[in-house]
């Protein structure tokens, strides 16, 4: 019996429709030409399907996109157990430059600049596609967990009048004759919006004008944040951290198959977070110092796995000095503050902590800094008004990305990265 498809029907979907005529869309992934019969497998959004084609066709590029009709019939050799034969193919689009690597191959043959200067083609092959739809599932889990706990999700300027974690890393630009800035965090609107909602949170790009380039740091990466009210410290924020990644480890665990593909091995998040105050940390490194370098970061990492078998570890308390002046300094020590680190897998993942709340504070901390009030106008004006004890912090997407799939450069967990030398693709 013929059937006369008017629906698409995925790759995946094959094994449900054998013996039935299908219509099939997607691109040329490979062509293979073997003695007696030739292949020609398709990519589209859920896999591969393998059409048997025979002579006499026309060679078409690879990443041509084309439309097939054709016969579904069960093959235990095929992928999927299933193969299409006898088709019409229609095509679409005819690819008319090669891609710039074989997409088929299972690992990917090129180095980083190839892959990453023809990224929209190279973002096609399966595996480097696969830490995205991770990144996406992660994104959700952290939706999910704080639309949960009573948070608005939020969505805040990214050009601004004054920078918000330091003065260093800022990109200017020109705003109708005015100095502005692209936004660094959501800092100051974040706390803003807990004076209205008590608890938000966003996603959206940040910026950095990195000067260095390192494999950890992108000039745009895409922060996760959230901020609320009624807290009684950073340990209360911390409670918050911990949740949000146990939930972003339960989202990305729902994609089996791409985790499979990179080899990735999901974290075991500890119910209760290992824990290290900075005074401790250095004392442990046996050094005096206000910052951890990266590989202080690594040894306390290794630490924490050696001691409480985990991949996460909190640092507690850092130095007042290297903290942002809305940090909440640590009561009866205030030279530290009620602020942390997350690290994961020997790298900072998130920062976060308790802030001031008072209008008197905030006017102190700016002016024992040095710095004039009237740039944070519109920022003071939030705590002019009355605003709670509370805190938040912000994950590194990319960052998370790249220590889940073992990418050592961050790059690969970012789809057209932004740095000191790439401005595209
Ligand atoms: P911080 O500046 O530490 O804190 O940034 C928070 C997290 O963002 C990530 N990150 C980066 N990722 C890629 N490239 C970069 N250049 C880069 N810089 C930072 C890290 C880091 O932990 N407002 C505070 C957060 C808060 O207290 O709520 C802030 O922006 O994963």
Known sequence: MIHHPQHRVLAAELPGHIGETVRLSGWVHRIRELKSVSFLIIRDRSG??????????????????????????????????????????????????????????????????????????????????????????????????????????????????????????????????????????????????????????????????????????????????????????????????????????????????????????????????PQLHFADAMRWLGKDDVDLAPADERALSRWAQEEYGSEFLFITGYPMVKRPFYTHPEPGRPEYSNSFDLLFRGLELITGGQRLHRYRDYRDALSLRGEPLEPYASYLATFAAGMPPHGGFALGLERFVARLIGADNIRLATLFPRDLHRLAP
């Open 48 to 273: 591969l399907a393998q059409i048997v084609i025979t002579p006499p066709y026309d060679i078409l590029g690879e990443e041509s996109v084309v439309r097939i009709e054709g016969l579904v019939i069960a093959n235990p050799q095929a992928p999927g157990g299933v193969e299409v034969t006898g088709p019409t193919i229609e095509v679409l689009s005819e690819a008319v430059e090669p891609p710039p690597f074989d997409l088929y191959r299972p690992t990917v043959p090129a180095t980083l600049p190839t892959i990453l200067d023809h990224a929209p083609t190279s973002l096609r092959h399966p595996r480097l596609k696969a830490g995205h739809a991770l990144a996406a599932a992660a994104v959700a889990g952290f939706r999910q967990v704080l639309q949960g706990h009573g948070f608005t999700e939020i969505h805040t300027p990214k050009v601004v009048e004054s920078a918000t974690e330091s003065g260093a890393n800022v990109f200017s630009l020109d705003w109708f004759g005015r100095p502005a800035y692209l936004a660094q965090s959501p800092q100051f609107f974040k706390q803003m919006m807990v004076g209205v909602f008590e608890r938000v949170y966003e996603t959206g790009p940040v910026f950095r004008a990195e000067p260095h380039n390192t494999a950890r740091h992108l000039a745009q990466y895409t922060s996760l944040d959230a901020e609320f009210g009624f807290i009684r410290d950073h340990q209360d924020v911390m409670i918050m951290v911990r949740a949000v990644i146990a939930g972003m480890v339960s989202a990305v665990g729902r994609r089996p198959a791409e985790l499979d593909l990179l080899e990735a091995r999901l974290p075991e998040v500890p119910e209760e977070v």
